[in-house]
């Protein structure tokens, strides 16, 4: 069994963490979890400051879970003032997704994530899924820098209609907690032409894309289909396929994605 196990997280914490929580706690002696909003991951200054918070709440869902140890630090450690900038990049991972929607996110998340494996020492860290390609890149940054570190990934949790579990949903209101519900309905269809036999890419995806932005509530980011290694474009259906999208619903940004491993 590994000695100490990690789960970063920004708080507000729901079921999608307590799995995290629950992964590490079956693979390793103790079980770490940050609680720490980063600001240098933001590139909308009002999606930081109206970021969901319940410190209470958090410390009391850990302390019921289990956890070892809340590590909670603050932007002064994290960040001090007159510290040189740094920029931590990979520019293959980061060309498409949210690498592309969302200038300087990743930026934000390897300069955070580097830090936090440096204080926790972790012998595993485990990472949600929902975040695709925020995990490969984290297994990117481990691997390039030599962290004694493992990354486990697992897998996205859902509330009963198929939407993925997130922080941000809390922000939906109830007509936009409804159109929200297209996206996991959205990956249904998505299954049920491939298995039957959809190979045209371009139909493949504008059939999803009808289909979700019929809702006046949901505005596209990004819905694109990648390989789930290299996160680069594909331009067929075949082998290894990722479907990510991202939608403003509302004013609030939902990520989600599916993957279909072939090989």
Known sequence: MQIVGFVPTMGFLHDGHLDLIRASQSQCKSTIVSI??????????????????????????????GVDLVFLPNKDEVYPAGGEKILMQFPGLQTNLCGRT????????LQ????????????????GKKDYQQFRI???LVSALSFPTSIVGIETKRDKDGLALSSRNARLGS????????????????DQLLKDGER??????????????????????????????????????????????AVFCGKTRLIDNREWMRS
Not at 102 to 109: A, L
Not at 175 to 190: N, T
């Open 200 to 245: 045209d890419i371009k139909t493949f995806r504008a059939i999803l894309l009808e289909f979700l932005l019929v809702s006046s509530f949901i505005k596209l980011d990004y819905l694109e289909i990648v390989d789930p290694f290299s996160l680069q474009t594909k331009h067929n259906l075949e082998g290894n396929l990722l479907l990510a999208v």
């Open 102 to 109: 969302r200038p300087g996110h990743f930026e934000g998340v």
């Open 112 to 127: 955070i994530v580097s830090k936090l494996l440096h204080w926790t020492e972790p012998n595993t860290a485990f990472f």
């Open 175 to 190: 007509a936009e907690r409804e159109a929200a519900s297209l996206i996991p309905r959205m990956y249904q269809m998505a």
């Open 138 to 140: 984290i297994e990117a």
């Open 36 to 65: 720490f909003v980063n600001p240098t991951q933001f590139n909308d200054p009002s999606d930081f400051e109206n970021y969901p918070m319940d410190l209470g709440g958090d410390l009391e869902k850990c302390k019921t879970a």
